[in-house]
C-alpha cells in the first residue's frame, strides 16, 4: 500500500480547519503532516515544530534589466501589457510585482537587455514536531503563484515520507477554492471538510465540496461549533445524507475550544467540555476506514 493523503479543508476561513488538523495529529501513527495554507500558515503555531531546514522557493519568473547593455530605447515598455516596465534616467526599470514574467519585453529589445530569472516567492521548511515530522512554507507578502509553492510543500511532504517509512501524510489545506485549494486536494485519497452552521458555513462548504467531487476526491464531514444556529444545522445534514457524505463527528460551540486555542494548548488539553481522546481517535478510524 501507498502513503495514504488526508487533507483537512474548511471553504471558507475561520470554520476551524487547522484547529481539527492539530487535534487530529497525535491519533494518526506513523505520519508526516504539512501545512499547505502557505499564505496564511498558523498550523506551526499549535504544533511548535523546530525548524531544521529552510529552502528559498523561487516559483515564479520575471523580467530583469541588464543595465550594461540597456539603451532605454523604450521599446519594451511600449508592449508591456501590464505596466511593468518604465524608462528612468535613460535606463529600463522593471517593478517586479507588476511583471508577469511574460517574455514579451524580451522579444523586442534590440540590445538583449532583459532576461526572465528566477524570483523568490517564499521559504519552505523541513521540521520535527512532537507528534513527528512536519513540512509547511511561507509565501512571501505580496507574491502570487502559491499553488505552485503548495505543490512544492506536497512534494517534499511525499519525498520525507517515504524516507522515514510514514504510513500517511496529514494535510492542513488553505481555505477557499482557489488554485491553491485544488493544488492541497488534487490526488488525495480523502478530504475531510470542516463547517459550521452559518450562512457563509453552508455556501462555502458546498462550494468546496464540489470542488473535491470534480477532481474525484472521496470526501467526509465534520460539524464544527454545533449549537450555534439550529437554523442551519439541518440544512448541513440533508445535504450530507442527499450526497452520501459521512459525517465523522460533530464538535460542540464552547468557550473551551476557544481558550484551548488562546493557550496554544491544542492538541493537549484537559478542559472538560472539550472532545477528549475518544472523540478525535474515532474520527481517526473513520477515516482510514474510508480510504
Known amino acids: 500500500?501507498?502513503?495514504?493523503?488526508?487533507?483537512?479543508?474548511?471553504?471558507?476561513?475561520?470554520?476551524?480547519?487547522?484547529?481539527?488538523?492539530?487535534?487530529?495529529?497525535?491519533?494518526f501513527v506513523n505520519t508526516l503532516?504539512?501545512?499547505?495554507?502557505?499564505?496564511?500558515?498558523?498550523?506551526?503555531?499549535?504544533?511548535?515544530?523546530?525548524?531544521?531546514?529552510?529552502?528559498?522557493?523561487?516559483?515564479?519568473?520575471?523580467?530583469?534589466?541588464?543595465?550594461?547593455?540597456?539603451?532605454?530605447?523604450?521599446r519594451c515598455r511600449n508592449v508591456c501589457r501590464f505596466g511593468a516596465v518604465r524608462i528612468e534616467q535613460g535606463l529600463a526599470r522593471v517593478d517586479p510585482i507588476k511583471c508577469e514574467g511574460c517574455k514579451v519585453c524580451t522579444l523586442v529589445c534590440p540590445a538583449d537587455a532583459l532576461s526572465i530569472e528566477d524570483w523568490p516567492t517564499g521559504d519552505l521548511y523541513e521540521s520535527l514536531t512532537p507528534y513527528g515530522p512536519m513540512v509547511h512554507a511561507r509565501l512571501i507578502p505580496g507574491e502570487e503563484v502559491s499553488g505552485r509553492l503548495v505543490s512544492l510543500v506536497r512534494q517534499r511532504a511525499k519525498a520525507i515520507a517515504a524516507e522515514e517509512g510514514c504510513e500517511a501524510i496529514l494535510i492542513d489545506g488553505p481555505p477557499g477554492v482557489a488554485c491553491n485549494v485544488i493544488s492541497s486536494l488534487t490526488g488525495t485519497d480523502l478530504a475531510l471538510i470542516v463547517t459550521e452552521p452559518t450562512v457563509a458555513g453552508f455556501h462555502d462548504m458546498r462550494r468546496v465540496w464540489e470542488t473535491a467531487a470534480k477532481l474525484r476526491v472521496k470526501t467526509a464531514l465534520v460539524l464544527n461549533k454545533t449549537g450555534l444556529s439550529d437554523e442551519f444545522m439541518q440544512p448541513i445534514r440533508d445535504f450530507a445524507a442527499e450526497r452520501d457524505i459521512p459525517i465523522l463527528g460533530e464538535i460542540p460551540l464552547s468557550p473551551e475550544m476557544r481558550r484551548a486555542v488562546n493557550d496554544r494548548r491544542i492538541p493537549s488539553v484537559a478542559y472538560p467540555d472539550f472532545p477528549g481522546p475518544r472523540f478525535w481517535e474515532g474520527v481517526v478510524e473513520k477515516m482510514m476506514e474510508l480510504v
Open 33 to 74: 503532516t504539512a501545512d499547505c495554507d502557505v499564505d496564511a500558515p498558523d498550523l506551526d503555531i499549535l504544533l511548535k515544530p523546530v525548524v531544521g531546514k529552510t529552502d528559498k522557493i523561487s516559483a515564479a519568473r520575471k523580467a530583469v534589466v541588464l543595465s550594461d547593455k540597456c539603451t532605454g530605447c523604450g
Open 1 to 27: 500500500m501507498g502513503i495514504k493523503e488526508f487533507v483537512v479543508i474548511s471553504g471558507k476561513g475561520g470554520a476551524g480547519k487547522t484547529s481539527v488538523t492539530a487535534c487530529l495529529t497525535p491519533y
